[in-house]
């Protein structure tokens, strides 16, 4: 199986700071990788797809970079909306794996 | 609205035994394909299966192969995970997810449910 690897595990931050999450993949997955938000008790929701693809709706300030092992999620100007628990993911081979989550908190 | 509602979760012994469901609408389920995907207390996500649109191509995740078997009906716009010789280490709220592009099984899991807890214990 693919071993999805996120860094840091959490992250304290301020509103309108910048933070970068990253993950890597035990092997190159192209550019298979996708990002997700969870908040506290409720279902994850797709920020992401295809490496660096926003999907509509989500805001501008979210941005997604990398291919093969090594992957970036990039919030610009955070949002006090925007604390919550990312995970990547890769669907290059089966099993989906997912990264074991970056919480980010208010600092 | 595009929604799915999951149902059928609760409290199982070990060794037991259980049906979920997920209520699709919204949206036109028989041509999407769809996921069941879980998280344990406090843990980080776990995938467990995939179906495409027309029951063609099924998938699971290690842990649950044997075990666990996916379904549809898209008539009645619903999919259906049968667990069995259920083990603690199943305990989790199960999220159905629908797959991104229409026609493909793709692992990008664009809408979620609210999920449904199972327990082992």
């Known amino acids: 199986d693919i071993q999805m690897t996120q860094s840091p595990s959490s992250l304290s931050a301020s509103v309108g700071d910048r933070v970068t999450i990253t993950c890597q993949a035990s092997?190159?997955?192209?550019?298979?990788l996708n990002w997700y938000q969870q908040k506290p008790g409720k279902a994850p929701t797709l920020l992401i797809y295809?490496?660096?693809n926003l999907r509509t709706g989500v805001p501008s300030r979210f941005s997604g970079g990398g291919s093969k092992t090594d992957f970036t999620l990039t919030i610009n100007g955070l949002q006090p909306e925007d604390f919550a628990t990312f995970y990547c993911?890769?669907?290059?081979?089966?099993?989906?794996?997912f990264g074991q989550g970056t919480k980010l908190e208010i600092k | 609205e595009v929604q799915l509602a999951e149902s059928g979760g609760g409290l199982v012994k070990p060794g037991g035994s259980l049906r979920l469901s997920c209520a699709a609408s919204?949206?036109?389920?028989?041509?999407?394909?769809m996921n069941w995907v879980r998280q344990a207390p406090g843990k980080g996500l776990d995938w467990v299966a995939a179906?495409?649109?027309?029951?063609?191509?099924?998938y699971y995740g290690d842990s649950v192969k044997g075990r666990f078997i996916i379904s549809r009906d898209n008539a009645k716009n619903s999919l259906f995970l049968d667990m069995t010789s259920l083990r603690a280490e199943d305990t989790a709220v199960y999220y159905c997810?629908?797959?991104?592009?229409?026609?493909?099984?793709?692992?990008?899991?664009?809408?979620w449910g609210q999920g449904t807890l199972v327990s082992v214990s």
């Open positions: 295809d490496a660096s």
């Open positions: 997810a629908r797959d991104l592009v229409v026609g493909a099984t793709r692992g990008t899991f664009d809408v």
């Open positions: 092997q190159d997955i192209s550019k298979y």
């Open positions: 179906i495409s649109s027309r029951s063609d191509y099924i």
């Open positions: 919204g949206f036109s389920f028989s041509t999407y394909s």
């Open positions: 993911q890769q669907f290059d081979k089966l099993p989906y794996t």
